[in-house]
C-alpha cells in the first residue's frame, strides 16, 4: 500500500528539468511533497488536494491526477540547492491526516 | 518560533535494552506522528496521535514498541528488548488539527534520534 515514485534517482545538471511520478493503489484525498537532504529532517514543499490542481513552489510545480491516483513532481530549470530525496507522501479518501510516504526518488544536481 | 525538538539526538545501545525517544511537538499542534526511517530507505509510519483520539497504532511493527502522549504535548516512543534491526533514524513530526487550519495538514519534522542497537 506504499505509494510508488519513479524513478528511483535522477541525476541533473544544473538549469536541466526532471520529473518524478507518485503512484497509489488507493482512492486518495491529497497528496504531499516533501524534500529531504542529506542528514536533515524532511520539509514540507506542497499539498494537492483532490480536483487535480496544479501548485507551485518557486520553480517547482506539481499536478494530481484524482483518478488515476496519481502525481508529478516537476522541477524546472534545476539549482544545486533541488539536491535531496523527494518523498511524496498520499492521505487516503478513508483515513485522512495519515501520511504514507513513497520509497523516494534521489536528486542529485551537478553545476 | 520553536519547531519540533526531539531528544536523545544519537542513542547506541546494547541488543536487549529499552530505549525511550523523546518528543516535543510545536506549542499547539494537536496531531503528532512518528516514523522510522532505516539508512537509505524511506519513511515508514509508526504511530499517529490527534487530541484526545485513541491513537493509530497500526504501523507499530512489533507489541516491543509502545508510544504515550501526555494531553497535546510531549510523546514518548519506548522500544523494548532493543533488537539490531531496530537501528534507525526515529522522526516524529506534528500538525495543526484539521479543524483549526484552512485546508492542509502540513508536517513540521524533529532533527530525528539517530538509534544504533550493538
Known amino acids: 500500500q506504499q505509494p510508488v515514485q519513479s524513478p528511483q534517482a535522477v541525476i541533473l545538471r544544473e538549469g536541466e528539468d526532471a520529473v518524478i511520478n507518485c503512484s497509489s493503489s488507493?482512492?486518495?484525498?491529497?497528496v504531499h511533497w516533501y524534500r529531504q537532504k542529506h542528514g536533515e529532517a524532511p520539509i514540507f514543499l506542497m499539498i494537492?488536494?483532490?480536483?487535480?490542481e496544479q501548485k507551485g513552489h518557486d520553480k517547482i510545480s506539481a499536478s494530481f491526477n484524482e483518478k488515476k491516483q496519481q502525481s508529478s513532481l516537476y522541477l524546472t530549470a534545476s539549482q544545486l540547492s533541488y539536491s535531496g530525496t523527494y518523498f511524496c507522501?498520499?492521505?487516503?479518501?478513508?483515513?485522512?491526516?495519515?501520511?504514507?510516504f513513497g520509497t523516494g526518488t534521489r536528486l542529485q544536481v551537478f553545476p | 518560533g520553536a519547531g519540533v525538538s526531539q531528544s536523545p539526538s544519537n542513542k547506541v545501545t546494547e541488543k536487549g535494552k529499552d530505549v525511550e525517544l523523546r518528543c516535543d511537538p510545536i506549542s499547539g499542534h494537536t496531531a503528532l506522528y512518528w516514523y522510522r526511517q532505516r539508512l537509505g530507505q524511506g519513511l515508514e509510519f509508526l504511530i499517529y496521535f490527534q487530541g484526545n483520539s485513541a491513537p493509530d497504532k497500526s504501523g507499530l511493527p512489533s507489541d516491543r514498541f509502545s508510544a504515550e502522549r501526555t494531553g497535546e504535548s510531549v510523546s514518548t516512543l519506548t522500544i523494548q528488548r532493543t533488537q539490531q534491526e531496530d537501528s534507525a533514524v526515529y522522526l516524529c513530526?506534528?500538525?495543526?488539527?484539521?479543524?483549526?487550519?484552512?485546508?492542509?495538514?502540513?508536517?513540521?519534522f524533529g532533527p530525528g534520534t539517530r538509534l544504533t542497537v550493538l
Open positions: 494537492l488536494l483532490k480536483g487535480g
Open positions: 513530526a506534528s500538525s495543526l488539527d484539521r479543524l483549526a487550519r484552512s485546508s492542509y495538514n502540513e508536517q513540521f
Open positions: 488507493k482512492a486518495l484525498y491529497s
Open positions: 507522501g498520499t492521505e487516503s479518501k478513508y483515513n485522512t491526516d495519515k501520511l504514507i
